[in-house]
């Protein structure tokens, strides 16, 4: 590890603490959208309940029996019905790129295999509407040596025209900074919190990504060159993480803080999932998802479980943004 300052040794992969989602989360993993196991368990509970009984009552059991079996009968009917949706909608499920780690090597080789899957090339500054390629925001400024820390402003529109996407916060702004250093001190100033130095790592030099006053960012796309006057939708859109400590596990109270959530044009999920954990500080994780087409009208990311400011620890998992990696944005098809 890069970081042996005291304490960091001894920080593991953290599940605890009550958080709870910011906004809702459904996973459109097929599988989970099959189940239907809770019919006969409500059955058998119902009829637990009402153990000793009169004829009149034995009949109503009967009746409620018969309207149980039929709701489960319905509620399987309704299973399928909305299976078939969700498949309609949904029709070839994402390739999913995902890897967490404690250097940026443990990450790179899927946000290479991720870019491989967006195509090349990667079409810089040039408008659009453009057929192939992707677009990369590192918030870097064009040169390692930018250290500046930029002032929150909501919405964030350094890269509407130029390359497609605009970003908002329900906080403050956003903002971009090294974890510390620069004319303005980087995170460490801009949260008031000096162990930010230490425990957010960049993957591409120098600085990183985030809300300000919030953990919420929406990201929404348009064709580059037309200053955001043409919405457009991308096939795939991946970001970067940095010291992600929580994740969910077979423990339900056990929570992952840092998801994202893919919406179409019509802001209905598409696909939502949380982001991998690495113990330690100065983590670095990844998370992406490509369509064969172009049906990512916005995504909103949570990264970590709270806004930015507190320090890092059991109850709080303060997570930063790297690199956004995203499809070629296309004009928007059909209705
Ligand atoms: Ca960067
Ligand atoms: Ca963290």
Redesign the pocket.
């Known amino acids: 590890m890069d970081y042996s300052a005291a304490g960091s040794d001894q920080k593991k992969l953290r599940n605890g603490g009550g958080f709870q989602a910011a906004f809702p989360l459904y996973h459109m993993n097929r599988h989970e959208q099959t189940n239907v196991p809770e019919k006969p368990k409500q059955k058998a509970n119902l009829k637990q309940e009402k153990p000793m009984q009169t004829k009149q009552s034995v009949t109503n059991i009967n009746i409620l029996s018969t309207a149980i079996a039929a709701f489960g009968l319905l509620s399987m009917l309704l299973a399928v019905s909305e299976t078939a949706q969700a498949q309609a909608r949904n029709d070839v499920p994402p390739a999913v790129f995902q890897a967490a780690g404690t250097t940026a090597a443990s990450i790179q080789s899927t946000v290479d295999a991720f870019r491989a899957r967006l195509g090349d090339p990667n079409n810089l500054n040039n408008p659009g509407p453009l057929e192939k390629g992707r677009r990369e925001i590192n918030w870097d400024g064009g040169n390692p040596n930018v250290l500046d820390t930029t002032a929150p402003v909501n919405p964030f529109l350094v890269f509407l025209n130029t390359r497609g996407s605009q970003f908002k916060t329900p906080g403050l702004g956003l903002s971009q900074a090294p974890p510390s250093g620069g004319p303005q001190g980087g995170l460490a100033v801009l949260f008031g919190n000096p162990t930010y130095a230490k ?1 957010f790592k960049a993957f591409s030099l120098s600085r990183l990504f985030t809300p300000v006053g919030s953990n919420i960012t929406e990201a929404s796309f348009s064709i580059p060159g037309t200053n955001g006057t043409v919405p457009a939708t991308v096939r795939g859109f991946g970001a970067v993480f940095t ?3 929580q994740q969910a596990d077979s423990n339900p109270n056990h929570k992952a803080s840092t998801l994202i959530e893919y919406l179409d044009k019509d802001s209905r999920i598409l696909f939502s999932s949380s982001v991998p954990a690495s113990p330690g500080d100065g983590s670095l994780s990844f998370f992406g998802i490509v369509f064969d087409d172009a049906r990512i009208a916005s995504v909103r990311i949570q990264a ?1 479980n709270v806004a930015p400011g507190p320090n ?1 620890d059991r109850r709080h ?3 930063m943004m790297d690199d956004f990696i995203y499809g070629e944005p296309q004009l928007l098809q059909g209705k």
């Open positions: 425990i010291d992600v400590d970590g890092d998992d303060i997570v």
